[in-house]
């Protein structure tokens, strides 16, 4: 009985030196990126009302980024993406939305879309070539990635509209999702049409006409892109 009365308060304190040597290092590396990152405040603009949202994420979830100016990666940040302006959010020290002002190049999102738990890591990166209405910050999901990466982009766009006689506006915002395919020798095209797969993969057409018959894979829903790509990745 004694033992006991002894090891809970033992462990009660270990697991609050653990806690607070945790609180530590996301304080610190919180810091250091802050420093490093160049943060400005976000500018919080008042609308009536909103429908829809140009977030990925709509609350602060975890995450990490890799800069590109010094290649380094700050881990246990907060992080929130705007796709409507491509900003990458973070939470300051002190809790308050700042928007990261140095080039990033890439990050992670441990949440799913809309700000959802998920075990799997959503990764971005940015970098590639400009394309259509993305230029080369531009933030692309990357679904799978290897000899050929396969990209995701969420372009994102907004409407304002009054009834008459009414002082209210609602702004309407909008998403669709476009998918690309990049190499280092072929650059970035658009998937829009399937031929642009049998580009990227002229080198192993006939296992991945083989595969796309058997899988009975189309090539314009994204879990038969990511499946396609992952088979040809390993190839």
């Known amino acids: 009985m004694h033992m006991k009365k002894i090891i809970l308060p033992l462990f009660l304190a270990l697991a609050a030196a653990g806690y607070g040597q945790n609180t530590n290092m996301f304080l610190m590396e919180t810091n250091k990126f802050f420093e490093d990152a160049n943060g400005r405040p976000l500018l919080r603009k008042t609308e009536n009302k909103v429908e829809g949202s140009p977030y990925f994420n709509e609350s602060f ?3 990490n980024v890799t800069m590109l100016l010094n290649g380094r990666t ?3 940040l907060s992080l929130k993406v705007n796709l409507e302006s491509n900003e990458l959010l973070f939470q300051s020290p002190q809790g308050d939305p700042m928007v990261v002002v140095q080039p990033v190049k890439s990050f992670e999102l441990q949440c799913g879309e809309g700000g959802n738990g998920t075990a799997n890591a959503r990764k971005f990166a940015s970098g590639f070539p400009a394309l259509e209405w993305q230029n080369e910050k ?4 990357v679904l799978d990635s290897g000899k050929v990466m396969l990209l995701k982009h969420y372009r994102v ?3 304002d509209d009054k009834a008459y006689g009414s002082p209210e506006t609602i702004r309407t915002y909008k998403r669709k ?3 690309y ?3 280092p020798s072929k650059g970035i095209q658009p998937l829009a049409k399937e031929s642009a797969l049998s580009d990227f993969m002229a ?3 006939n296992q991945v006409e083989a595969y796309m018959s058997k899988e009975k894979l189309k090539g314009k829903k994204e879990e038969d892109l990511v499946k396609l790509f992952a088979f040809y990745n390993a190839l």
């Open 61 to 63: 979830c975890p995450g």
């Open 74 to 76: 700050y881990k246990g």
């Open 157 to 159: 766009s907004f409407s």
């Open 177 to 179: 999702a476009l998918y």
């Open 203 to 205: 080198d192993k057409k």
């Open 138 to 141: 531009t933030f692309y999901e």
């Open 181 to 183: 395919a990049w190499s």
